[in-house]
């Protein structure tokens, strides 16, 4: 069985929307895109650039898989995000390899259990990136196992949020933590079971 891993820059009242620019997504009349990019530096790119280079598959939404597939083999052909396989949780038609990217698949229908599928495969852990929507439906059905996220030292106050509509109750634990020069949090979690109680 493969991990699922969510990567996403948040800030610090949990905000994910458009972090690379004011065109990303303005869904909702989004006015902060780009909220993220002040703050980029080198153990940052060198943080990117590591979970990269590791052995992985995506699982996206349609709007993430739209925006990167659009950029990617522009930002960087040999990057090895433009030959893994995508997964695209979509009701569209997505184009062939030929047209935009190399390796898509679309998945629809019952996502859940199709995702559940793919999980159960022996295979490199599922990568989502961005994916709001997604998410939500991912942390709803605990099909999340670990969490590499960017905390940025900003809140907003408004936009998508990654822990939403869909987060239930889950205990995690730090697997590593770095901090940056500028106050970001770099911090990995994986799943560690039921949320403990007590009393003082």
Known sequence: MRKIIVISFITLDGVMQAPGGPEED??????????SVAYWEGILEKEMGSQMEQTFELLLGRKTYDIFAANWPEIDPNSIINCVNKYVVTSKPIPDDTDVWKNSKRIDGDIVEKVKVLKNEDAPDLHVHGSGQLIQTLLKNDLVDELWLKIYPITLGTGQRLFAAGTIPTAFKVKECKLTSSGVIIASYEK????KLGSF
């Open 26 to 35: 303005s869904k909702d009349s989004f006015l902060y895109g780009g909220w």
């Open 192 to 195: 560690s079971g039921d949320v």
